[in-house]
């Protein structure tokens, strides 16, 4: 939550009032943090692991293993069209439960879930899985995490 705020204050000291084009650049950065955060939890998570059968593994091993190091809790729905997308379930986001479930902080949940995609990004990224990693809110503080894996 801090280095949301820190990010995001940084960006308004530097150029007074914020557009889109600063609040894009403000998410693009939480989300480049986040990523090299991933990277360095799946990296300790896995050292002592064997490898993975397939991607199914690696998603399952993400929602189970690496969500509950990093958000406390198991994801609560994982599924999949068998095609490299998969959609994780989060009901009880542990950075959305610190904001009000009021409809007022809707607006603000994308700045507080560009860093949570990047961590999921980052840790696909050192399991050899290139992705797109897009989260939605519709209810507080519920969370639906999209992941596209890219074939290449």
């Given at each position: 939550?801090?280095?949301?705020?820190?990010?995001?204050?940084?960006?308004?000291?530097?150029?007074?009032?914020?557009?889109?084009?600063?609040?894009?650049?403000?998410?693009?950065?939480?989300?480049?943090?986040?990523?090299?955060?991933?990277?360095?939890?799946?990296?300790?998570?896995?050292?002592?692991?064997?490898?993975?059968?397939?991607?199914?593994?690696?998603?399952?091993?993400?929602?189970?293993?690496?969500?509950?190091?990093?958000?406390?809790?198991?994801?609560?729905?994982?599924?999949?069209?068998?095609?490299?997308?998969?959609?994780?379930?989060?009901?009880?986001?542990?950075?959305?439960?610190?904001?009000?479930?009021?409809?007022?902080?809707?607006?603000?949940?994308?700045?507080?879930?560009?860093?949570?995609?990047?961590?999921?990004?980052?840790?696909?990224?050192?399991?050899?899985?290139?992705?797109?990693?897009?989260?939605?809110?519709?209810?507080?503080?519920s969370c639906k995490f999209q992941v596209v894996i890219q074939k290449s």
């Amino acid at each position: 939550m801090e280095i949301v705020s820190h990010v995001y204050k940084e960006q308004q000291a530097n150029k007074g009032s914020m557009d889109n084009k600063e609040r894009g650049q403000c998410i693009s950065v939480l989300e480049s943090m986040g990523f090299r955060v991933g990277q360095g939890i799946i990296e300790r998570l896995t050292r002592d692991s064997p490898s993975f059968k397939d991607e199914l593994d690696v998603m399952k091993f993400v929602c189970k293993d690496f969500w509950t190091k990093v958000f406390r809790r198991q994801i609560d729905n994982l599924r999949t069209n068998h095609q490299g997308t998969y959609v994780l379930q989060d009901n009880k986001f542990s950075l959305l439960t610190q904001l009000s479930n009021g409809k007022q902080y809707l607006d603000q949940a994308p700045k507080y879930l560009a860093f949570s995609c990047g961590i999921v990004r980052g840790a696909l990224s050192n399991l050899g899985m290139e992705s797109v990693v897009t989260a939605e809110v519709s209810i507080m503080p519920s969370c639906k995490f999209q992941v596209v894996i890219q074939k290449s």
